[in-house]
């Protein structure tokens, strides 16, 4: 009792700093709901990258770095081609005055462009691979966040399905040998004890597996708001490895 009240007593502190609160901060926790409850995770429905794209906002910055990226070299490009201005053109002489068309041709230095072109095309480089990294970090996270869910899942159906309904036959047939008098007490106390630690054990299991739902939630992001969840964001690669 005195360590699970110690375990207590420093989770709520440390609940209390992620939350930003002052030390020695005092609150309360109001359970709307029993805490093992077993809850599916809110995860949302479609393509997983448009998904991280939208929620995780480390993956949006990137993304937008290599869109900026990508319209600089489209930019450069466009300012190595040669610039054609038409217009009117007009010439006077002593006695009268001409009115026709003319056309300027602008070709613009070659080694400044290439060079230009070089600059825009190392920094969209860098920010697509900077993207894609992060990209697959998300990734990870969130397969890492599956598979530890769907481990906790069936580690919790199997203790409840099998060990728990065995636990609890156990104990209902020592009780009725002691009532009987085939077996002693000591039978019925070590059935009891048994019956208690898978009883413990599935409290565990509950509990492991609503951790790993919230780290599933929590690998895909938290819900964007109405506005931003209203844009299209899509993720995909061109064919020379850069992102899109």
Do not use: C
């Amino acid at each position: 009792f005195v360590i699970a009240k110690a375990t207590v007593k420093t989770t709520r502190e440390h609940l209390a700093e992620t939350m930003g609160l002052p030390p020695g901060s005092t609150w309360e926790v109001t359970m709307e709901q029993d805490p093992f409850e077993l809850l599916e995770a809110k995860l949302p429905e479609g393509n997983s990258d448009d998904a991280l794209l939208q929620r995780l906002p480390q993956l949006r910055e990137a993304h937008s770095r290599y869109l900026i990226a990508e319209k600089e070299l489209e930019l450069a490009y466009l300012g190595s081609l040669p610039k054609v201005s038409v217009g009117p053109d007009v010439q006077r002489d002593a006695d009268s005055t001409f009115l026709g068309g003319g056309a300027t041709v602008t070709i613009p230095s070659t080694d400044a462009n290439r060079a230009g072109i070089a600059e825009a095309k190392t920094r969209r480089e860098i920010a697509a691979k900077n993207f894609e990294e992060i990209l697959f970090e998300s990734r990870a996270s969130l397969a890492k966040a599956r598979a530890e869910e769907e481990a906790s899942s069936q580690a919790l159906r199997y203790h409840e399905s099998a060990v728990t309904p065995r636990a609890k036959q156990a104990l209902e047939a020592a009780d009725r040998a002691v009532n009987s008098g085939v077996s002693d007490l000591l039978s019925l106390l070590l059935a009891r004890e048994r019956a208690l630690r898978a009883e413990r054990t599935g409290l565990e299991l509950r509990a492991n597996r609503a951790i790993a739902v919230a780290h599933l939630e929590a690998a895909v992001g938290p819900e964007p708001p109405r506005e931003e969840s209203a844009l299209e964001n899509t993720v995909s690669f061109s064919g020379n490895g850069g992102a899109r």
